[in-house]
């Protein structure tokens, strides 16, 4: 059989076993092609774009028609006269283009809410991607303790038969696999829950886009820099500071079409009265009736408001309100992006110095000590009750070392979303 009919074998077997590992980017591009709830935040987008439209909008203009005649009795009824007239109320103070500028703003502001939203998407993916590699790791060495316990229960059972160790102690070894085996199971209970809990960021389960999906968990750490080049990054790039700007400018502009909106607007009339001629006549009286020639006439009146209601100035003062409590909000983001990237960055340089302390130190002597003891308890010189202390203290290092690169992992997030970037590990 050649080697490739041996790779072709093995992958028809096990076709899961060559799938490319989900990495964080790929896992957070699908959150954000097919999350329904970033979806639903982008609809504002479309409906934001949909009043530049409306606020261009000029007034409409208004057709009235009446029709008038004579009562006079006579052997003939007197003509109608008709009299049709348009109307159009004239805009003045630039209403329309302040409608039209509050508008785009109010466009610039879904935007930045959208982003806003999208970078708390990030954080709530970030983190259940974290947990979900956590968990797995924690089954993964659980799975090898286990397996190290059902050694020594055989061997126990071998060693029983030779006379070399008591029923005592064999049945301690039981004990012990037996209740770590509920522990396993409570293990993968929680990483298939965590396996699940990266659905609903989706919007759709992870198995209909990653089918058997391998989570890629080989984070990188972050490069730190200082706060002097982050800061501006973070006021520049931040979204809740973005979203102050852009509701100041919206305010802005809401401001200065309520000040528009105190021009008043004179209406045009354009009428023309078109009369039928009548012959003379007689009326029911037998008086004479003098005829009339026919007539048209075209009118065109101006109406001017009395503007008496614009001597109160509350709108601009509550206009003008809402604009001073934008800024002020504005300021307290820059001050609150400030602390969060400097607490960001004190955390994630202390997650790293805790997880190095892990992965240099405690992890490596923790499993030299539950290597030596196993070794000293097959040999008969240590008991099963100090070599499964030894192993209790590994497994708890190495779960400690799980939970600081989760730490850490989340203190990069954090730290990222914390100067505006988009996260990665």
């Not at 006079?72 to 348009?86: F, K, L, M």
């Not at 522990?183 to 993968?188: D, G, N, V, Y």
């Not at 892990?358 to 000293?376: E, F, N, P």
Request: charged letters at 25%; proline letters at 4%; one cysteine or more.
């Amino acid at each position: 059989m050649t080697r490739f009919n041996v790779l072709l074998a093995a992958w028809l077997i096990a076709p899961g076993a060559f799938a490319t590992p989900l990495s964080f980017d790929s896992y957070l591009s699908a959150v954000e092609t097919h999350s329904l709830e970033l979806q639903a935040q982008n609809e504002s987008i479309g409906s934001a774009r949909a009043g530049i439209g409306i606020a261009g909008l000029r007034p409409d203009p208004e057709f009235t028609l009446g029709a008038t005649r004579e009562t006079v009795r006579s052997v003939e009824h007197r003509p109608i006269t008709w009299n049709p007239a348009i109307s159009m109320a004239i805009e003045t103070g630039g209403k329309r283009a302040a409608r039209i500028k509050a508008a785009h703003s109010n466009v610039t502001l879904a935007e930045e809410t959208v982003a806003g939203f999208k970078s708390e998407l990030y954080a709530t993916a970030a983190a259940a991607y974290t947990e979900a590699c956590r968990t797995r790791d924690v089954v993964t060495r659980k799975e090898h303790t286990m397996a190290a316990l059902s050694t020594v229960v055989e061997a126990n059972v071998v060693r029983r038969k030779a006379g070399d160790v008591g029923g005592i102690e064999l049945l301690q070894s039981r004990v012990e696999r037996d209740q770590f085996q509920a522990e396993l199971t409570q293990a993968r209970s929680e990483a298939d829950s965590a396996m699940l809990n990266l659905s609903p960021p989706l919007g759709r389960q992870l198995d209909a886009l990653f089918p058997d999906a391998q989570l890629a968990c080989d984070f990188t750490a972050h490069a730190d820099k200082d706060a002097k080049v982050l800061l501006p990054q973070a006021l520049e790039a931040r979204s809740d500071v973005r979203i102050a700007r852009a509701t100041v400018d919206n305010l802005r502009d809401g401001a200065a079409l309520v000040r528009a909106n105190r021009a008043v607007d004179p209406t045009v009339t354009v009428g023309l009265a078109a009369a039928r001629g009548y012959h003379d006549g007689i009326d029911g009286s037998g008086n004479p009736v003098e005829g009339a020639a026919r007539s048209r006439a075209l009118s065109i009146s101006l109406a001017i408001p009395i503007p008496l209601s614009r001597r109160d100035t509350g709108d601009i003062v509550q206009a003008e309100a809402s604009v001073t409590q934008a800024m002020l909000a504005l300021r307290q983001a820059e001050l609150t992006v400030e602390t969060q990237v400097r607490t960001a960055q004190r955390q994630l340089r202390s997650a790293q110095d805790r997880l190095a302390r892990y992965r240099d130190g405690v992890l490596v002597d923790a499993q030299k000590v539950v290597d030596g003891m196993r070794l000293s308890y097959v040999k008969g010189n240590a008991s099963l009750l100090e070599w499964l202390a030894a192993q209790r203290s590994a497994d708890e290092a190495y779960q400690g070392y799980v939970q600081a690169r989760a730490d850490a992992a989340i203190a990069s997030t954090q730290l990222q979303l914390a100067i505006g970037q988009r996260p990665s590990l």
